[in-house]
């Protein structure tokens, strides 16, 4: 079965950068869309961006659009979420999820993803 463990978190200023790194293990990735969600304290988790199987499709939700960039290697079983232009309000624990359906392209929605990992905190302060 395929496991995921995110890593990169980390304190960071305003308008800084991080680079988030998501793992697999025990099964090759490459045949999965993956997505990055989002949860602040008190908040609803919520979907960042995802990337297709190859790699070739990706998507951004709007708060996150011309700032983030979602990138994979397959060949190392790691998904990367590159965070530019940091704010305040990027500041929570950052999950990274496989759809293991395989579904063709990627789509940032909770329910199609069955993998998630542990999480990572993200905290950026003004």
């Known amino acids: 079965q395929l496991h995921l463990a995110e890593s990169g978190g980390d304190m960071a200023q305003s308008g800084g950068s991080l680079r988030l790194s998501c793992l697999a293990s025990?099964?090759?990735?490459?045949?999965?869309?993956i997505a990055w969600f989002r949860q602040a304290p008190g908040k609803e988790r919520e979907g960042v961006s995802c990337?297709?199987?190859?790699?070739?499709?990706?998507d951004y939700v709007d708060a996150v659009k011309g700032r983030f960039i979602i990138s994979r290697d397959n060949a190392k079983n790691m998904v990367y979420l590159q965070m530019n232009s940091l704010k305040s309000e990027d500041t929570a624990v950052y999950y990274c999820?496989?759809?293991?359906?395989?579904?063709?392209?990627?789509?940032?929605?909770?329910?199609?993803?069955?993998?998630w990992g542990q999480g990572t905190q993200v905290t950026v302060s003004s």
């Open positions: 999820a496989a759809d293991l359906s395989a579904s063709p392209g990627c789509k940032i929605m909770a329910g199609l993803y069955d993998a």
């Open positions: 990337i297709s199987s190859s790699g070739e499709s990706t």
């Open positions: 025990d099964y090759p990735m490459d045949s999965f869309p």
